[in-house]
C-alpha cells in the first residue's frame, strides 16, 4: 500500500478511513450536514454528528446509511466525497481507493457512492465485499481451501459468511444490528416501566451493562428518561436481567441467521467451522455474552476478534497488497465505468 492508497470502510455507524504507511487517519460516525438549498457539505464525521436534532429544515444532519440501506443518495455520495477530501486535500497523484460498503445496499446506491470516489479524484477505485475485509482484518488466511466463518455485527447489518479459497461460499445479511438493540432497549423500559429513554442513553446502557448469556441481576446502573404518564424526567436502575430480558429475540434472531448460513454450507466445509470456530467482528461483537451465546446455541467455538471494530479497515487496508489473489469478493470498479 502506498501513500497514495486510501481504504474506507464505510460503515452504517463509523466510517474509518486509512492511507498507505500512516494507518487510520479517520474514526468518525457516518454522519453528514448538508445545506439542501445550496447543495453544500457543512460537516462530516464528528463534527456533523454533534449538530444531528439541532438544524434549520433546509440544513440535514443524517446517518444516511443507517439501517444498512442508503436513503438518500444525495447526502451519502456528498458525505463520502467530503471524506475524501478531508484526507486527501495535500496529495498530489490521484489516490487508488478500495471501498467496503454495506452488503444490502443496492447497485443503484453503490454506484453513488463509487462515483462519489471517483469525483473526488481516485484514479481507481476497488470494491471489497464486507465478510472478506474482516476476516483479513481479523488476520485470518483467507486463501487456503479451508472453511471460515466470520459474523460482522455492525449499527445496521449483521453480515454473516462462509470463506473459502479467498471468495464468499454462503452468506446472508440480517437488518439486526446495533441500532435494532437500542431500539429494543427503548421500548423495553418504555414497557416496563413506562420511562422513555433517548437512543444515546440505550446505546451506552448496552455498552455498560448488557449481558446476552447469563446475566447478573446485581450489576445495575443508573439511567434517566421522560416518565411517560407523569411527563417528568426520572431516573430508573437498571440490571444485566432488563439487558437481556431486552435483547434475547434478537440474540436468537442472530445465531438462527449462524444457523441458516450452516445449513446451506457444504459439510466439509462445515467440518472445517466446528474446528476452527466462528469468528466474531464490528461493535455489535463487543455485547457481552454473545459469543458465548452463539457457541452454546450452534455448537461449534466461537471468538470475539481483536479490535473488533476496525477488523473491516485493517482487512481493506491490507487488500491493496492482495488485489491479485481475491478474485471473488474484490472487483475493480472503474472498469465498468464507462460501458
Ligand atoms: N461495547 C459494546 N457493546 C455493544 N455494542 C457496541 C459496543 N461498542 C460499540 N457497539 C455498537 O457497535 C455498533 C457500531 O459498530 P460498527 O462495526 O462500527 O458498525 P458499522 O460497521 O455498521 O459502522 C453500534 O451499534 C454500537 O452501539
Ligand atoms: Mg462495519
Given at each position: 500500500?502506498?501513500?497514495?492508497?486510501?481504504?474506507?470502510?464505510?460503515?452504517?455507524?463509523?466510517?474509518?478511513?486509512?492511507?498507505?504507511?500512516?494507518?487510520?487517519?479517520?474514526?468518525?460516525?457516518?454522519?453528514?450536514?448538508?445545506?439542501?438549498?445550496?447543495?453544500?457539505?457543512?460537516?462530516?464525521g464528528?463534527?456533523?454528528?454533534?449538530?444531528?436534532?439541532?438544524?434549520?429544515?433546509?440544513?440535514?444532519?443524517?446517518?444516511p446509511l443507517?439501517?444498512?440501506?442508503?436513503?438518500?443518495?444525495?447526502?451519502?455520495?456528498?458525505m463520502?466525497?467530503?471524506?475524501?477530501?478531508?484526507?486527501?486535500?495535500?496529495?498530489?497523484?490521484?489516490?487508488?481507493?478500495?471501498?467496503?460498503?454495506?452488503?444490502?445496499?443496492?447497485?443503484?446506491?453503490?454506484?453513488?457512492?463509487?462515483?462519489?470516489?471517483?469525483?473526488?479524484?481516485?484514479?481507481?477505485?476497488?470494491?471489497?465485499?464486507?465478510?472478506?475485509?474482516?476476516?483479513?482484518?481479523?488476520?485470518?488466511?483467507?486463501?487456503?481451501?479451508?472453511?471460515?466463518?466470520?459474523?460482522?455485527?455492525?449499527?445496521?447489518?449483521?453480515?454473516?459468511?462462509?470463506?473459502?479459497?479467498?471468495?464468499?461460499?454462503?452468506?446472508i445479511?440480517?437488518?439486526?444490528?446495533?441500532?435494532?438493540?437500542?431500539e429494543?432497549?427503548?421500548?423495553?423500559?418504555?414497557?416496563?416501566?413506562k420511562?422513555?429513554?433517548?437512543?444515546?442513553?440505550?446505546?451506552?446502557?448496552k455498552?455498560?451493562?448488557?449481558?446476552?448469556?447469563?446475566?447478573?441481576?446485581?450489576?445495575?446502573?443508573?439511567?434517566?428518561?421522560?416518565?411517560?404518564?407523569?411527563?417528568?424526567?426520572?431516573?430508573?436502575?437498571?440490571?444485566?436481567?432488563?439487558?437481556?430480558?431486552?435483547?434475547?429475540?434478537?440474540?436468537?434472531?442472530?445465531?438462527?441467521?449462524?444457523?441458516?448460513?450452516?445449513?446451506?454450507?457444504?459439510?466439509?466445509?462445515?467440518?472445517?467451522?466446528?474446528?476452527?470456530?466462528?469468528?466474531?467482528?464490528?461493535?455489535?461483537a463487543?455485547?457481552?455474552?454473545?459469543?458465548?451465546?452463539?457457541?452454546?446455541?450452534?455448537?461449534?467455538?466461537?471468538?470475539?476478534?481483536?479490535?473488533?471494530?476496525?477488523?473491516?479497515?485493517?482487512?481493506?487496508?491490507?487488500?491493496?497488497?492482495?488485489?491479485?489473489?481475491?478474485?471473488?469478493?474484490?472487483?475493480?470498479?472503474?472498469?465498468?465505468?464507462?460501458?
Open positions: 500500500m502506498s501513500s497514495f492508497d486510501i481504504g474506507i470502510d464505510l460503515g452504517t455507524a463509523n466510517t474509518i478511513i486509512t492511507i498507505g504507511g500512516k494507518g487510520i487517519v479517520v474514526n468518525e460516525p457516518s454522519v453528514v450536514a448538508y445545506d439542501r438549498k445550496k447543495k453544500v457539505v457543512l460537516a462530516v464528528s463534527d456533523a454528528y454533534k449538530m444531528i436534532g439541532r438544524t434549520p429544515e433546509y440544513i440535514v444532519a443524517v446517518k443507517k439501517d444498512g440501506v442508503i436513503s438518500d443518495h444525495e447526502t451519502t455520495e456528498a463520502v466525497a467530503a471524506f475524501i477530501k478531508k484526507v486527501s486535500n495535500s496529495m498530489m497523484l490521484k489516490p487508488r481507493i478500495i471501498l467496503c460498503v454495506p452488503s444490502s445496499i443496492t447497485d443503484v446506491e453503490n454506484r453513488a457512492v463509487i462515483e462519489a470516489a471517483l469525483s473526488a479524484g481516485a484514479r481507481k477505485v476497488y470494491i471489497i465485499k464486507e465478510p472478506i475485509a474482516a476476516l483479513i482484518g481479523a488476520g485470518v488466511d483467507i486463501s487456503k481451501p479451508n472453511g471460515t466463518m466470520v459474523v460482522d455485527i455492525g449499527g445496521g447489518t449483521t453480515d454473516i459468511a462462509v470463506t473459502s479459497f479467498n471468495g464468499i461460499v454462503q452468506d445479511s440480517l437488518k439486526i444490528a446495533g441500532n435494532k438493540f437500542d429494543a432497549i427503548i421500548k423495553y423500559i418504555s414497557n416496563n416501566y420511562i422513555l429513554i433517548g437512543e444515546k442513553t440505550a446505546e451506552q446502557a455498552i455498560q451493562i448488557a449481558n446476552v448469556f447469563e446475566p447478573n441481576e446485581k450489576n445495575k446502573i443508573t439511567i434517566k428518561g421522560r416518565h411517560l404518564v407523569k411527563g417528568l424526567p426520572e431516573a430508573l436502575e437498571i440490571s444485566e436481567k432488563d439487558m437481556y430480558e431486552a435483547l434475547k429475540d434478537l440474540t436468537e434472531e442472530i445465531a438462527m441467521g449462524v444457523k441458516n448460513v450452516l445449513e446451506r454450507t457444504p459439510p466439509e466445509l462445515v467440518g472445517d467451522i466446528l474446528n476452527s470456530g466462528i469468528i466474531l467482528t464490528g461493535g455489535g463487543l455485547l457481552k455474552g454473545l459469543d458465548k451465546y452463539i457457541q452454546c446455541r450452534i455448537g461449534a467455538p466461537c471468538r470475539v476478534a481483536d479490535a473488533p471494530l476496525e477488523c473491516v479497515a485493517k482487512g481493506v487496508e491490507a487488500a491493496f497488497g492482495l488485489s491479485e489473489e481475491l478474485l471473488d469478493g474484490f472487483e475493480h470498479i472503474s472498469l465498468y465505468r464507462y460501458k
